[in-house]
């Protein structure tokens, strides 16, 4: 069984207690898959946590139709995907559910693109990996390497104990009932987004899975489609949808402010567009959401 230390989160990945020995002199090994991949504890909250030590990641959510990619710094890790212990509920009352992993692998080599050193993907129990968490270009390999130390395990540990899916296909979450269907083709959805781009203002984009659902606020600063796969991109941040699998859109009113949603088969919701909690942009979105579709706002 695979044993925390307590005061792990507490050092920097130079103070680890692998050994007592001298980093210099330290030795790391790591038993792997055929392929290369690096088993990890399952134990979602703990790795994130490990994770934490360094100052920044890339984090990237997806799901079989598209992706959300970005600079995350370690504040925002934390908020983002790990639960305080005495939260137990949400405030209105419903549960708080933490995320899971059925599976977790890691690789310590470096990125013939970005020059990370390596990386950590979380599986669903579809074998579908659902987020994946890189370490940024200018960390050390040595020390992506001690922070692997922390978390991995042998190959037949992180094997047993295989949980059975509990859905027939990939689960998605769906349309809120409340959500109205408008008429918006492929084209003017890319217009749509070109308008965006063009007022320089930030909108608020989510990439909802069954484990969760990430979120971040930016101005789009370049759109272009390749191969139905539509690409936008920020500072440090972008996503990546395919228009094929949108099957229709629908529009959620709340506090007047407006969600589009972006549907796949059978009303599920593969991707959302909103504008953030400061209202700056929701004039802005409410006109160019109206341009292109001619709402009643």
Not at 11 to 40: K, Y
Not at 202 to 226: H, M, N, R
């Amino acid at each position: 069984m695979h044993q925390r230390n307590p005061g792990s989160f507490l050092r920097s990945t130079s103070q680890s207690a692998l050994s007592t020995a001298p980093i210099s002199r330290l030795r790391l090994c790591f038993e792997t898959m055929s392929d290369g991949r690096i088993p990890v504890v399952n134990d979602f909250e703990y790795v994130v946590r490990c994770l934490a030590l360094f100052p920044s990641v890339y984090v990237q959510a997806e799901h079989v139709y598209g992706r959300l990619s970005m600079s995350m710094p370690r504040t925002e890790l934390i908020q983002n995907f790990t639960m305080p212990l005495e939260t137990s509920a949400l405030a209105n009352g419903s549960e708080v559910k933490p995320i899971q992993a059925h599976s977790i692998w890691a690789t310590l080599k470096e990125c013939s693109c970005c020059g990370s050193p390596g990386q950590i993907s979380f599986y669903n129990c579809f074998d579908e990996r659902f987020l994946q968490i890189s370490a940024s270009p200018d960390t050390e390999l040595r020390d992506w390497a001690l922070f692997l130390a922390q978390v991995s395990v042998t190959p037949k540990t992180q094997l047993d104990g295989a949980d059975e899916a509990k859905f027939e296909e990939y689960p998605h979450p769906v349309v809120p009932v409340e959500a109205e269907e408008i008429k918006l083709s492929k084209f003017r959805f890319i217009e749509l987004l070109n308008k965006m781009a063009m007022s320089e203002a930030v909108f608020e984009f989510s990439l909802p899975t069954y484990e969760f659902s990430l979120k971040k606020a930016f101005s789009i600063y370049q759109i272009y489609e390749e191969e139905g796969q539509l690409t936008c991109r920020g500072k440090e941040v972008g996503f990546t949808l395919s228009l094929a699998a949108v099957k229709e859109y629908a529009v959620k009113v709340e506090y007047g402010v407006r969600t589009l949603y972006c549907l796949a088969v059978e009303q599920k919701v593969i991707f959302e567009i909103s504008v953030p909690d400061s209202f700056e942009s929701s004039e802005i979105w409410n006109r160019v959401l109206a341009e292109v579709q001619h709402l009643d706002i």
